[in-house]
T-cell receptor, first 113, second 115 residues
Framework: GENVEQHPSTLSVQEGDSAVIKCTYS??????FPWYKQELGKGPQLIID?????GEKKDQRIAVTLNKTAKHFSLHITETQPEDSAVYFC????????????FGDGTTLTVKP | EAGVAQSPRYKIIEKRQSVAFWCNPI?????LYWYQQILGQGPKLLIQ????????DSQLPKDRFSAERLKGVDSTLKIQPAKLEDSAVYLC?????????????FGSGTRLTVV
């Protein structure tokens, strides 16, 4: 089955700096790659996603890049703010497994004011 | 749009007792998932439903876990008997895979502590 590895496990940045989180996946059939943000005591919330026919996608301060050949994808957050502090999860899924997502183990991002 | 509703929010039970969790997905979402999230780890799929049918339950410990989704809407996840290692957050999520929307909407989860 699919295996998703995520790093780093923790990341601390100064407010205003950029943050990058990287993930690799194993199943070449995976074609949908979402990113979720989880705040304390809440369920994960979808913040951005990318499909395998696209190399990059941006939404204001966040962007995701995908390298299908290398089987890795990354989340980029620019101009970080304290409210960006949370745990971020990457995931991978494909329409061959009915949309089931396999998650990485998360990155705890701390933005220091 | 109302979110995914889960109850209870917290539950503390002794080992070997039973417990049940309830989930009401986003209206119109045909696909419903139960995930187990152990502290410090990513969510791990327990079971996936499409309407009221099971799509994938390969990671569900069937000797103690059971789940149902009657009428293709609400779902219940049960553990009987519970073990210490079942302590985790149980997350319910829904999506519209049938419409090509693979993104999940998660509920807030139920935090289970087994003592």
């Amino acid at each position: 089955g699919e295996n998703v590895e995520q790093h780093p496990s923790t990341l601390s940045v100064q407010e205003g700096d950029s943050a990058v989180i990287k993930c690799t996946y194993s199943d070449s059939a995976s074609n949908y790659f979402p990113w979720y943000k989880q705040e304390l005591g809440k369920g994960p919330q979808l913040i951005i996603d990318i499909r395998s026919n696209v190399g990059e996608k941006k939404d204001q301060r966040i962007a995701v890049t995908l390298n299908k050949t290398a089987k890795h994808f990354s989340l980029h957050i620019t101009e970080t703010q304290p409210e960006d502090s949370a745990v971020y999860f990457c995931a991978a899924s494909s329409n061959t497994n009915a949309g089931k997502s396999t998650f990485g183990d998360g990155t705890t991002l701390t933005v220091k004011p | 749009e109302a979110g995914v509703a889960q109850s209870p929010r917290y539950k503390i039970i002794e080992k070997r007792q039973s417990v049940a969790f309830w989930c009401n997905p986003i209206s119109g979402h045909a696909t419903l998932y139960w995930y187990q999230q152990i502290l410090g780890q990513g969510p791990k799929l327990l079971i996936q439903f499409q309407n009221n049918g099971v799509v994938d339950d390969s990671q569900l410990p069937k000797d103690r876990f059971s789940a149902e989704r009657l009428k293709g809407v609400d779902s219940t996840l049960k553990i009987q008997p519970a073990k210490l290692e079942d302590s985790a957050v149980y997350l319910c999520a829904s999506s519209s895979v049938d419409r090509g929307d693979y993104g999940y909407t998660f509920g807030s989860g139920t935090r289970l502590t087994v003592v």
